[in-house]
């Protein structure tokens, strides 16, 4: 398969990155590792006449942990978060995320921008980002915004991101004190697979036994983007942590999502696999908050 005729652009700078994507506006594409992109161009799904990487832009490469909060250049690849002793500490979730997608090959190119920017309702970065409360910063020519990762997606391919604008960097405050969170993902096959079901879930408990104080949950590959599950989310606030309870709250999860029938299972099945890896990551994200 032949790609389509394009012109490259490498910017140096995210500076003159926002000036091209200004100038040309929907003929260009932001390209990082082209994991994704190179792809569909291939298939012929998109064919812009402007590439612009973001690939030596060094800024976009950089991990921050200062002041309590993690910032993640969008250029870090899915490698680097994945064998990340600083993420690793804090963020454990994001870390089996990163580990859990694709081969090796891939997480040595893909990176976590280019995982949120491709929008698929089955990545394996955005349930971990969305339980830890993360953020995008979007920039442009004339400024930038931040998004919440909770209204960043508005579609299978779709995001928040307009045709001008590049996303830099993502932004998590460190969890509170005896919070964990947990992540996991199940395909088909141990790996190079579209995933089946993935669930995130994480709480904060009110202190060693005491009761769950905040809960989040969410869940890739049921619904056109990754979802939250609210009904399984209230259930747990207020409660002690204990295995029914989680399973309960799997139940609840499996209520909350709308999968489809197709090649990889079916919605029953899905449903059923929810609530599974919802107890499961509930389970990790209690020892976590327990610190064992
Ligand atoms: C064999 C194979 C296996 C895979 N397995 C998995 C898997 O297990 N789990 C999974 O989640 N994904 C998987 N993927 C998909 C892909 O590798 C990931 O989504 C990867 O993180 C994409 O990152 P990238 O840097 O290569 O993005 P690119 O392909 O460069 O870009 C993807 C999209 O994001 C946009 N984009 C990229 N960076 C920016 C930016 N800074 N600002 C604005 N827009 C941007 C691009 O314009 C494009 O639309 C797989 C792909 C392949 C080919």
Redesign the pocket.
């Known amino acids: 398969m032949l790609l389509p005729k394009f012109d490259f652009h490498e910017p140096a700078t995210v500076t003159e990155a926002c000036q091209i994507m200004a100038e040309y506006g929907v003929k260009a594409?932001?390209?990082?590792?082209?994991?994704?992109?190179?792809?569909?161009m291939k298939k012929k799904l998109?064919s812009p006449e402007q590439l612009v990487s973001?690939s030596r832009i060094e800024e976009?490469k950089k991990i921050d942990t200062a002041g309590n909060m993690l910032k993640i250049g969008?250029?870090f690849t899915?490698a680097d978060i994945a064998a990340s002793e600083q993420i690793g500490k804090k963020w454990k979730a994001l870390c089996s995320g990163a580990k859990?997608?694709?081969?090796p090959l891939?997480r040595n190119?893909?990176?976590?921008?280019?995982?949120?920017?491709?929008a698929?309702p089955?990545?394996?970065?955005p349930p971990s980002l969305m339980v830890y409360g993360a953020k995008v910063v979007l920039k442009k020519k004339s400024g930038e915004r931040v998004v919440a990762m909770d209204k960043f997606f508005r579609g299978p391919g779709l995001t928040e991101?307009t045709p001008d604008?590049?996303?830099?960097e993502i932004q998590m405050d460190a969890p509170p004190a005896y919070s964990g969170a947990g992540y996991i993902n199940l395909?088909i096959r141990q790996?190079?697979?579209?995933?089946l079901v993935n669930v995130a879930s994480f709480i904060t408990l009110e202190g060693p036994g005491g009761v769950i104080k905040t809960a989040r949950i969410v869940m890739g590959c049921v619904g056109p983007t990754h979802l939250r599950a609210p009904s399984a989310e209230k259930l747990l606030v207020g409660e002690k942590p204990t295995e029914a309870i989680f399973a309960k709250a799997g139940q609840a999860a499996a209520g909350d999502c709308s999968p489809i029938n197709d090649f990889r299972g079916s919605a029953e099945y899905k449903k059923a696999m929810v609530g599974v890896l919802t107890k499961r990551t509930l389970g990790i994200a209690y020892k976590e908050a327990m610190g064992q």
Do not use: F, W
């Open positions: 594409k932001v390209i990082a590792g082209g994991t994704d992109l190179m792809v569909n998109v973001v976009l969008s250029c899915v859990a997608l694709g081969s891939i190119l893909a990176t976590i921008g280019g995982n949120l920017g491709s698929r089955a990545a394996d970065l991101i604008e590049i996303l830099t395909g790996a190079q697979d579209c995933n």
